[in-house]
């Protein structure tokens, strides 16, 4: 296709995305908002519940070659043969020219071998106020680094109803000998209360056990709810088919409630291989007088991807998730039902759930240092109220303006890509 037809074409376009823009933003706004109030109180000080120690010197990584040098994860993967093949984790394959595009305007120079550390508020983050520089590591070493970036709309966690987790990225001392001691907001970034007004997070500090490299994945919180869509993504679009929708009907239509959790980091299996639907036995949910929840009420996982529990290792090895660190339990609790009060992260033999790193240490003596694990807990399960469930998209055929501001988002980047031959992660 020509330069000239690719302009052609995104000309032709441009008014109808802008036409369907103002009410879809206005939508993503409501679902913020609506998604907010139930996280916390209005009266609850804003906290950073975390800050993950998440990834060394392994984003933007440019082959296999240099992600066993630099002691990234390794994982086999089996394909549609039946054989296996060395790859790195999903997240350290995001191309170095990738992150410098997404990153774009924010300062950053360097997209190969950077460290990641997501940081989780416990309210939303208001995206217009979001600035790299506003987060700050303190190393043992002495140092004192800023980041580079911030991601934007709080991506990989970018859905109206998330957006507690920001990813950033720069030196965090993944190719030293140092440790991270603390992370501090330093600017006015703004968190969104459940009214709707803002607070400022400067000031706050996070010194705790998600610091170190070697440390596992936390659940930091579980909620049960009556399951609506509001907020969610209700279209992958053209590259995200297989991503979403991911909601918990899509896959488990007699869904009525859903235990929405909320970890420390983005979640796998491995680093690499994606947990999938079926997977409930990474859990035991228990209800106020500690007896299990039948089989019959758990019913699979949502907020992965959009495909079904694949079938066989390959399908297995190459599910599609969101990569984010929300994760849903779909549950079908009838009247009269016992709800859940506890989920337990089993964290065994056959049943870890890692972060990008992975669970095996880096192979060149940098950190992590050790193997990681996540180790067996228990969260209680707090009620909140979801938004208002969201209208199932009408069949009218006038009604042709796309509903979710991710997908026209989403579709403005494809064309850009068309223009300009680049690749966004």
Request: net charge negative.
């Amino acid at each position: 296709m020509s330069s000239a037809t690719r302009w052609t074409l995104f000309a032709a376009q441009l008014p109808f995305l802008l036409l369907c823009l103002l009410p879809a933003v206005a939508a993503a706004s409501r679902a913020e908002r609506a998604g907010a109030a139930f996280r916390g109180s209005s009266d609850e000080p804003p906290r950073i519940l975390s800050c993950v120690a998440g990834l060394p010197r392994c984003l933007g990584v440019p082959g296999l070659k240099e992600a066993r040098e630099w002691g990234c994860p390794i994982v086999n993967v089996t394909q549609e043969d039946g054989s296996t093949e060395e790859e790195t984790c999903n997240a350290c394959k995001a191309p170095p020219t990738g992150i410098l595009a997404t990153c774009a305007g924010q300062g950053m120079t360097n997209g190969t071998g950077r460290d990641g550390t997501p940081v989780t508020f416990s309210l939303p983050v208001d995206m217009e106020s979001l600035k790299a520089s506003y987060f700050r590591w303190t190393l043992s070493d002495g140092r004192q680094t800023h980041a580079e970036c911030a991601v934007p709309n709080g991506g990989p966690a970018a859905e109206p109803n998330e957006r507690q987790t920001i990813a950033i990225i720069g030196d965090a001392g993944g190719w030293s000998t140092a440790s991270i001691e603390k992370l501090e907001i330093v600017g006015p970034l703004m968190l969104l209360r459940p009214d709707g007004t803002k607070v400022s997070a400067e000031g706050l500090e996070y010194d705790g056990p998600s610091l170190a490299w070697e440390n596992g994945v936390v659940l930091l919180d579980a909620r049960l709810e009556a399951l609506s869509t509001e907020g969610e993504t209700l279209s992958g679009g053209i590259r995200n088919q297989q991503t979403f929708p991911n909601h918990c009907r899509v896959n488990f239509p007699e869904t009525t409630h859903r235990i929405r959790t909320l970890w420390d980091g983005g979640i796998s299996l491995d680093g690499n291989r994606e947990l999938t639907p079926e997977r409930t036995d990474l859990f035991r949910i228990v209800d106020a007088a500690g007896a299990e929840l039948p089989a019959s009420s758990v019913l699979g996982l949502a907020d992965l991807g959009s495909e079904p529990a694949p079938q066989g290792d390959a399908e297995r090895d190459a599910y599609v998730a969101d990569g984010d660190n929300y994760l849903d339990v779909c549950l079908a609790l009838g009247d009269g039902a016992a709800k859940p009060a506890e989920v337990t992260v089993v964290c065994g033999p056959t049943t870890q759930i890692a972060m990008p790193k992975g669970l095996k240490r880096a192979s060149n003596g940098l950190a992590p240092r050790a193997d990681m694990e996540c180790k067996r807990h228990t969260v209680a399960v707090k009620s909140s109220s979801p938004p208002t469930t969201t209208p199932a998209p009408t069949s009218d055929a006038g009604n042709r303006c796309t509903r979710s501001l991710s997908s026209i988002l989403l579709a403005v980047t494809v064309m850009m890509e068309m223009l300009t031959g680049s690749s966004f992660f």
